[in-house]
């Protein structure tokens, strides 16, 4: 029951953690007391009265309107008790606080992408501040997601054409792992992401250099983030062709022509994939990476021509 993992449940990080555990362990315990005793009730009767001649006639039963009341009232207040309880924790933890730092968060086959006030746009990792509370507001690009931090015991669904959100205030730095928890393609299960929950200090210093022009280089490998699900780049092939060593080579497309791997082919590749096909690929490559920035597709070209 204590704030670190066991076997049941993982760390417990946010500020209602506890109280989702402590709501957790009573439902957890109370049906364990009472299934145990209902089952040796069950047994005790059983043998109790179990017929041992084949010509006797039970006993005619009468009620027993006190023992009646028992099994109607006494459930009864356990469940409002229960409901109670849980209504508390869950207006808790659908009432965002005015005052939360707010982050947008994409969901995309197969990738979480975080965007901050400050204009700082990030994958895989979502920076957030210790002792502060968070606010995500959530939307999907494509098919039904589901965004989900155990460690925080927060979890969502991300929506297209829907904003759904979540709050929580990490208790502790750290990392604790974000999931995809609505089946959402070949990729699920690789779409993850950290929590990286770091102090005010620490968060306004990651803002500051996140902010900072990037080389090229180093931009493009940040935006890779959001390609990794599909694209290797360590020669082997996922839902799509690895791209590293692959720069200057001829690439055979789908129709039979050929085309080098060049700086433009990359460009149209991420602009518009469905109209340069690799061979023995699917045309699955999302088309939404259309309104990257003039920018962005610099640094992944910049990235892609300089794997190796
Ligand atoms: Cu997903």
Known sequence: ??????????????????????????????????????????????????????TSVPEPVHESKLLEAAWIVVPTILVLFVFIWGFDVYLKMNTDPTDAYQISVMGKQWAWEFEYAEGVTAFSEMYVPVGRPVKLMMNSQDVLHSFFIPAFRVKMDVIP??????WFEATEPGEYQIFCTEYCGTTHSGMLAKVVAVSEEDFAAWIAEQSQDLPPEQLGEQLFAQCAACHAVDGSAKIGPALNGRFGTDRKLADGSTVTFDENYIRQSILDPASQVAEGYQPIMPAGYSSMSAKQIDGLVAYIKALQ
């Not at 709501?23 to 007391?33: E, K, M």
């Not at 054409?161 to 979540?166: D, M």
């Open 161 to 166: 054409n829907r904003y759904t959100s979540l």
């Open 1 to 54: 029951m204590g704030d670190k993992g066991s076997i049941w449940l993982p760390d417990a990080m946010s500020t209602f953690a506890n109280e989702v555990d402590a709501l957790f362990w009573f439902v957890f315990w109370t049906s364990t007391v009472l299934f145990i005793a209902v089952v040796a009730a069950k047994v005790y009767f059983m043998l109790r009265y179990k017929r041992t001649d084949e």
